[in-house]
C-alpha cells in the first residue's frame, strides 16, 4: 500500500466547496447543466450540487467519461471519450466540473466537444488545480485548491482504481 499523507481534510473540503458554490451560484444561470468528467469528479460533484442547491440553484447534472489514465500512475497523454452526454446541450449554460487539471488536455477536450454543440455559454471548474504541469492552455473560472506537482488520490480521485472512497485528499508518497 502506498502511503498517504493527508492534504485536504474532510472539513476543509467541504468549507471549500461551501464557498466555491457561493461563487458559482454568484455567477451562473440557476438552469445551468452541469457536466461532470467521470469517474474522478463524482463525489465532488455530488457535494457541489447540494452545496449549490443550498444557495438557490437547481443545476441538471450529466456526465461525460473521458480516458486519459491507464491503470497505473502514469500519463498516457492521450484523452478518449468513452461516455457522451445523452441530451441535446446547444443553446444551454454549462457548467464542466472535472476533479484535477493536470496538463490540461481532458477538460479542453471536452470543452471543444461541447463547444462544438453550440452551447450558449461554458464555464470551467476544477477541484483541484496543478498549473505546474499544464501543457495545453485552458481557462478555469472556479478553482477549488492549487497545489504543486504532487500525485494526490482521496475524495473520488483515484490512485490506479484505488483511494476513491478516501473521504479526504491525501498525496501519494
Ligand atoms: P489532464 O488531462 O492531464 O489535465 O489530467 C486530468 C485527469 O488526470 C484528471 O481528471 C485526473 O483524473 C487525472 N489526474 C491528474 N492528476 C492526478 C493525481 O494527482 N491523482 C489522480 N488523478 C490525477
Ligand atoms: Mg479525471
Known amino acids: 500500500m502506498a502511503p498517504l499523507a493527508k492534504l485536504f481534510g474532510e472539513e476543509e473540503i467541504n468549507e471549500r466547496v461551501k464557498q466555491l458554490a457561493g461563487e458559482i451560484a454568484g455567477t451562473v444561470p ?7 468528467l467521470l ?3 463524482f463525489v465532488f460533484l455530488s457535494d457541489m450540487i447540494r452545496a449549490l442547491d443550498r444557495v438557490g440553484a437547481s443545476p441538471e447534472v450529466e456526465f461525460m467519461r473521458l480516458s486519459s489514465y491507464s491503470l497505473e500512475k502514469t500519463r498516457s497523454g492521450q484523452v478518449h471519450l ?3 452526454v445523452p441530451t441535446d446541450v446547444s443553446g444551454r449554460h454549462v457548467l464542466l466540473v472535472d476533479d484535477i487539471v493536470d496538463t490540461g488536455r481532458s477538460i479542453a477536450y471536452a470543452r471543444a466537444l461541447l463547444e462544438q454543440r453550440d452551447v450558449a455559454n461554458l ?3 476544477a477541484l ?3 498549473p505546474s504541469r499544464r501543457e495545453v ?3 478555469l473560472d472556479f478553482i477549488g485548491f492549487t497545489i504543486d506537482d504532487v500525485f494526490i488520490a482521496g475524495y473520488g480521485i483515484d490512485y490506479a482504481e484505488r483511494y476513491r472512497s478516501l473521504p479526504y485528499i491525501a498525496a501519494i508518497k
Open 39 to 41: 469517474k474522478g469528479c
Open 30 to 36: 440557476g438552469d445551468v447543466m452541469v457536466v461532470g
Open 123 to 125: 464555464w470551467t471548474c
Open 128 to 130: 483541484v488545480d496543478k
Open 82 to 84: 468513452i461516455g457522451d
Open 137 to 139: 492552455e485552458v481557462t
